[in-house]
């Protein structure tokens, strides 16, 4: 329960960021609309790049003193890490609810009707989740108030790379789908499959990330 | 019956060691811990904190030790330091949420009658709080709940004299029920001659003094005269001697009381000059 409290924290601290999110969805949906080149899909990528980029405020806006408040707290490192990992979870989901909002908006508005499938939704998740978990390991290696200094020059690398990757990737089917046919052919019925199984993978990365993010932190000075 | 028992207490970094300290602090007393900037006083109490994790050591809390039961052990201590510690962007019903959240004995009415006493403003961001309301803040958020051991750092630094003696006062009240106990950092020693009931002094991350105030304060003199008039024995005894334009001015253990003769004046010296001779002695 404790880590829930935490990731509380966490959400007081960066409440801000919630309106802006709000604000980018409407601003997504409109840009979707007017964009020749986005499709809903595209739009439920901008929702997971964001909650990948927006996962690492609380390390944006972490001093050593706010550091030292969550340490005065009753409570184990494993609890203060794992509270963390649960705001970043949330926003990944808050991420794409975004993108299914900005997708359902597009088709609306344009009257196109693009269903994204599950299993596309479930890897994304998954690869979502391990980038999250990656940035995590290495904010709490370079120290929780430090990652500050580093977070600007790091902070959109793993979105970006993710967002115009997941573009050039569905660009690269659309141009020659035959390739993509072949992969799906090879996967047969298996989608769905893969897609949980991507899921349980990151859910196992994460796990493995708590860990190694708790024994690092846990003989830290503040 | 000790509440705070600290035992060969160090604490290793590439520049500064703390070491093999070691004292109690009973139920119902006051203990002052003071030294020079650099000495080791915040370090001692960010490990009894735990904010801090100790090189070698142990340290208790009404019995408590923080590697048994990291959770219950917090739950008994009250921090409050020279800095700030709450979140910038924090209102105070969010303060009041998490510490609620927290705490088993966390009172909400406690704290909103508190809040409401020192006219704490629940509209602001407390970024925007003056230093003496975020201290009373601090105190507002530690006295809502039962705690043992109250540990300040500096925590009177940079407020006014009215403020400061309210803190005082509300240490004091804290130790009334003889349960309860505080250690407290500071610089401002005569703040300590009024409440404190123990000294601890630190020096380069050593102990060099430990004992009951009056004790303390009994068994040294501040002793007077002129430079010519100290013979060897004496000079051996005196600590930190200091010149004036008046001759020279010096700490002597009161054991060693034998060795002054009517060419000196003696009188009994605050906190303020013992320490202050003690660090000279020790920089000599």
Known sequence: MKAFYFAKIDYIKARTQLYVLLVITAVVVVIMQMSKDMTGQAGFMYGVFLAIVFSTTPFGNCTRKD????????????????????????????????????????????????????????????????????????????????????????????????????????GEIQKDPSGAAKIIEMIGGNLDSIGWGSVALAVLVMAGGILVCTRATMKKDY | MELLEVRNLSKYYKTFRLENISFMLPKGYIMGYVGQNGAGKSTTLNLITNICKSSSGEIYVDGRSCNDDESSYKETIGYIGDEFYFPDNFKVRHIRSVLNNFY???????????????????????????????????????????????????????????????????????????????????????????????????????????????????NHLLVKGERRAIFPELQKALIGITDNAYGFEAILPGDRADLLTNDFHFEKPTIDQIVIHYIKDREA
Not at chain 1, 82 to 100: A, T
Not at chain 1, 112 to 137: D, H, N, S
Not at chain 1, 143 to 150: D, I, L
Request: net charge neutral; hydrophobic share 50%.
């Open chain 1, 67 to 170: 550091v030292g408040f969550q340490q005065l707290l009753p409570a184990t490192t494993l609890q203060r890490v794992m509270g963390r990992f649960v705001y970043g979870l949330s926003m990944l989901f808050i991420g794409i609810g975004i993108g299914l909002v900005a997708a359902a908006g597009y088709s609306m508005l344009t009257g196109q009707r693009e269903t994204i499938p599950l299993p596309l939704c479930l890897i994304i998740f998954a690869v979502g989740l391990i980038l999250i978990t990656v940035q995590y390991i290495f904010f709490y290696l370079v120290g929780e108030s430090k990652g500050a200094q580093f977070l600007s020059l790091v902070r959109m690398v793993p979105g970006m790379c993710f967002f115009f990757g997941s573009i050039k990737l569905t």
């Open chain 2, 104 to 218: 088993k004995s966390f009172s909400t009415e406690k704290f909103d009658e508190l809040v409401t006493r020192w006219k704490l403003d629940r509209k602001l961001e407390v970024k925007d709080f003056s230093q003496g309301m975020k201290v009373k803040l601090m105190f507002a958020s530690v006295l809502a709940r039962e705690t043992k051991l109250l540990v300040l750092d500096e925590a009177t630094n940079g407020l006014d004299p009215v403020i400061r003696a309210e803190v005082l006062k509300i240490l004091q009240e804290y130790i009334a029920d003889g349960e309860r106990s505080v250690i407290f950092s500071t610089h401002i020693l005569s703040d300590l001659e009024q409440i404190a009931d123990y000294i601890f002094f630190i020096h380069e991350g050593k102990m060099v003094l430990y004992d009951a105030k009056d004790e303390l304060m009994e």
